[in-house]
T-cell receptor
Framework: ETGVTQSPTHLIKTRGQQVTLRCSSQ?????VSWYQQALGQGPQFIFQ???????GRGNFPPRFSGLQFPNYSSELNVNALELDDSALYLC?????????????FGPGTRLLVL | GDSVTQMEGPVTLSEEAFLTINCTYT??????LFWYVQYPGEGLQLLLK?????DKGSNKGFEATYRKETTSFHLEKGSVQVSDSAVYFCALSRGATNKLIFGTGTLLAVQP
């Protein structure tokens, strides 16, 4: 069974640029959630995708957007990068069944905005 | 809104000491409760979970019991090892998206 993978592992961008982060869900999972973890903080929910549709969103501006593909992999796009976007971005996958699913996390992508 | 409060760290212990990390939550209904662990430079690993009141989650010597009357999910381990040094996050999930709401994390440092 393949776990959750994310790419790239590290990324450096400058303010105003755009970035795309990628996530491959665990085999058999159909739901992907994205989280932002600032240094020294707990992860914050960005949004979730289920069957290629956004299925809930946290308190993040529209410049954070995403996609889910038919194979359940997902992308997180961030436009007009700001310094405060520097963080670890975590992807988690789960299998939507009972409403009490466990989310399994990937290793994260560490983004630095200069 | 829903929230999780966990004890601030760092918690520094000697090897083989007893560990408790306190976690309390605020939520309507019946959330699921989790402990995740994050080793330096890595993502989050699920440590244990409980989905209903009085459930006890356990894994690798760690335990936590879902206490609805005190809205708590304290993490315990009888004898910590140096390899347990990490940041521990308490979290809850509830609702249609089952999104996770995390505490701020507790850094555990175990000294030989």
């Amino acid at each position: 069974e393949t776990g959750v993978t994310q790419s790239p592992t590290h990324l450096i961008k400058t303010r105003g640029q755009q970035v795309t982060l990628r996530c491959s869900s665990q085999s058999g999972h159909n739901t992907v959630s994205w989280y932002q973890q600032a240094l020294g903080q707990g992860p914050q929910f960005i949004f979730q995708y289920y069957r290629e549709e956004e299925n809930g969103r946290g308190n993040f501006p529209p410049r954070f957007s995403g996609l889910q593909f038919p194979n359940y992999s997902s992308e997180l796009n961030v436009n007009a990068l700001e310094l405060d976007d520097s963080a670890l971005y975590l992807c988690a996958s789960s299998l939507a069944e009972s409403g009490r699913e466990t989310q399994y996390f990937g290793p994260g992508t560490r983004l630095l905005v200069l | 809104g829903d929230s999780v409060t966990q004890m601030e760290g760092p918690v520094t212990l000697s090897e083989e000491a007893f560990l408790t990390i306190n976690c309390t939550y605020t939520a309507t209904g019946y959330p699921s409760l989790f402990w995740y662990v994050q080793y330096p430079g890595e993502g989050l690993q699920l440590l244990l979970k409980a989905t209903k009141a009085d459930d006890k989650g356990s894994n690798k010597g760690f335990e936590a019991t879902y206490r609805k009357e005190t809205t708590s999910f304290h993490l315990e381990k009888g004898s910590v090892q140096v390899s347990d040094s990490a940041v521990y996050f308490c979290a809850l999930s509830r609702g249609a998206t089952n999104k996770l709401i995390f505490g701020t994390g507790t850094l555990l440092a175990v000294q030989p």
